[in-house]
Nanobody, 121 residues
Framework: QVQVEESGGGLVQPEGSLRLSCTVH????????MAWYRQTLGKQRELVAS???????NYADSVKGRFTISRGNGKKVVYLQMNSLNPDDTAVYFC???????????????WGQGTQVTVSL
């Protein structure tokens, strides 16, 4: 069974930094891409950053120059380094993995439960 687990959220002051981690657990054959999304109450979930299998990254305009997505050892871990945080970054951050798991023929999206990031004095 595949599980996606996020960690690293918390409360931080404006202009502070946080690093989120996302780990894929379980037996998988391949990960096509991984991405971070965020969502606030009453709003749609939005893409923050993604990293493809070849390492190509993509960022929302609102976080360019402040956030960095990267992989850990192997493809099953991805990080989101968030710098110069501001209150507009407050949200629940979700990790998504597009992967091929054992017993399946197609890639599917797996989501984590989310981790809260709050930027406030």
């Amino acid at each position: 069974q595949v599980q996606v687990e996020e960690s690293g959220g918390g409360l931080v002051q404006p202009e502070g930094s946080l690093r989120l981690s996302c780990t894929v657990h379980g037996t998988i054959f391949d990960i096509n891409s991984m991405a971070w999304y965020r969502q606030t109450l009453g709003k749609q979930r939005e893409l923050v950053a993604s990293i493809a299998g070849d390492g190509t990254t993509n960022y929302a305009d609102s976080v360019k120059g402040r956030f960095t997505i990267s992989r850990g050892n192997g493809k099953k871990v991805v990080y989101l380094q968030m710098n110069s945080l501001n209150p507009d970054d407050t949200a629940v951050y979700f990790c998504k993995a597009d992967l091929l798991s054992r017993g399946t023929r197609d890639y599917s999206d797996y989501w984590g439960q989310g981790t809260q990031v709050t930027v406030s004095l």
